[in-house]
């Protein structure tokens, strides 16, 4: 069965400072990895996902993640975060089907 | 193209009442998928439809159910509403099957 695992449940950074949210999956098959944002009293919101090809995929927004297939990894990264992007975000995997199933979520705190 | 939409936005009920929830999914798309997401338990899939047979299943009790429309609407009904069941239910569409899905803004369900 696939899993996904986010570490960090919060993560506060500075303003235009770096940010890493990890996460880590669990799959006997071949996968596509995705990772969504979610505002306040919003849904989900697609940020960037990786279905095949290059492993590192980039959003619109200066986000992205490389896909590790040796260390089940889907890391995400800025190299400048700002405040608009505090948000919650989640990792989540799928086998080709749509049972995707969603890490437990990082909330990104973004301090002035 | 209009974005899911779900109605009604926001619910309140009392335990051992029963509630239906409304998804309208981006026109073309045939896949509509139903999670439920608390901050105890984050982001669970509760189950998906695709032309109208449920294709995908989550492990939830049998007070959950859903159908889906030749139109390709989709319900959630939740009968005999326990406490536990106060989340926000989250519907997501997709054209078919491995392609992303696109999340509506949510039901927000209170139980008392």
């Known amino acids: 069965a696939q899993s996904v695992t986010q570490l960090d449940s919060q993560v506060p950074v500075f303003e235009e400072a770096p940010v890493e949210l990890r996460c880590n999956y669990s799959?006997?098959?071949?996968?596509?990895l995705f990772w969504y944002v979610q505002y306040p009293n919003q849904g989900l919101q697609l940020l960037l996902k990786y279905l095949s090809g290059s492993t590192l995929v980039k959003s619109i927004n200066g986000f992205e993640a490389e896909f590790n297939k040796s260390q089940t990894s889907f890391h995400l990264r800025k190299p400048s975060v700002h405040i608009s992007d505090t948000a919650e975000y989640f990792c989540?995997?799928?086998?080709?089907?749509?049972?995707?199933?969603f890490g437990t979520g990082t909330k990104l705190q973004v301090i002035p | 193209k209009a974005g899911v939409t779900q109605t009604p936005r926001y619910l309140i009920k009392t335990r051992g009442q029963q509630v239906t929830l409304s998804c309208s999914p981006i026109s073309g798309h045939r896949s509509v998928s139903w999670y439920q997401q608390t901050p105890g338990q984050g982001l669970q899939f509760l189950f998906e439809y695709f032309s109208e047979t449920q294709r995908n299943k989550g492990n939830f009790p049998g007070r959950f159910s859903g159908r889906q429309f030749s139109n390709s609407r989709s319900e959630m009904n939740v009968s005999t509403l326990e406490l536990g069941d106060s989340a926000l239910y989250l519907c997501?569409?997709?054209?078919?099957?491995?392609?992303?899905?696109?999340f509506g803004p949510g039901t927000r369900l209170t139980v008392l």
């Open positions: 989540a995997v799928s086998e080709g089907y749509q049972k995707v199933t």
């Open positions: 997501a569409s997709s054209a078919g099957q491995s392609d992303t899905q696109y």
């Open positions: 799959s006997s098959v071949s996968v596509y």
